[in-house]
């Protein structure tokens, strides 16, 4: 399983970006799906996650209200759509995904995901 990440970029405060994670070749239905971060010299952060129905999501207090997160079956695809963007957004963001069985379930942990992408740089600064 590849996941690859895109939609990154930089951006000034209080500004947007939706950030896109897609499998090549394999479909998310059945996964469960969470974004990460890291920061030069922090560790890797949960910032949300969405259970493989959709029914279920997750986010960090430090993001919530500004990222959601979303999934598209037919599009194969899961967005985190980000606004309000801060400087200490800034990082790297993979998303990451594990099979479950279970349609209600998400973890910010980053334990519990065996597969990840390559990540996409995010910088908020002016």
């Known amino acids: 399983l590849q996941l690859v990440e895109s939609g990154g970029g930089e951006v000034q405060p209080g500004g947007s970006l939706r950030l896109s994670c897609t499998a090549a070749?394999?479909?998310?239905?059945?996964?469960?799906i969470a974004w990460f971060r890291q920061a030069p010299g922090k560790e890797r952060e949960g910032v949300s996650c969405?259970?493989?129905?959709?029914?279920?999501?997750d986010t960090a207090e430090s993001v919530k209200g500004r990222f959601t997160i979303s999934r598209d079956s037919a599009k194969k695809t899961v967005t985190l759509e980000m606004s309000s963007l801060k400087p200490e957004d800034t990082g790297v963001y993979f998303c990451?995904?594990?099979?479950?069985?279970?349609?209600?379930?998400?973890?910010?942990?980053?334990?519990?995901?065996?597969?990840w992408g390559q990540g996409t740089q995010v910088t908020v600064s002016s």
């Open positions: 070749g394999f479909t998310l239905d059945y996964s469960t």
């Open positions: 990451a995904q594990r099979m479950s069985s279970n349609h209600n379930w998400c973890s910010l942990s980053d334990a519990y995901f065996t597969s």
């Open positions: 969405i259970s493989s129905g959709g029914d279920r999501s």
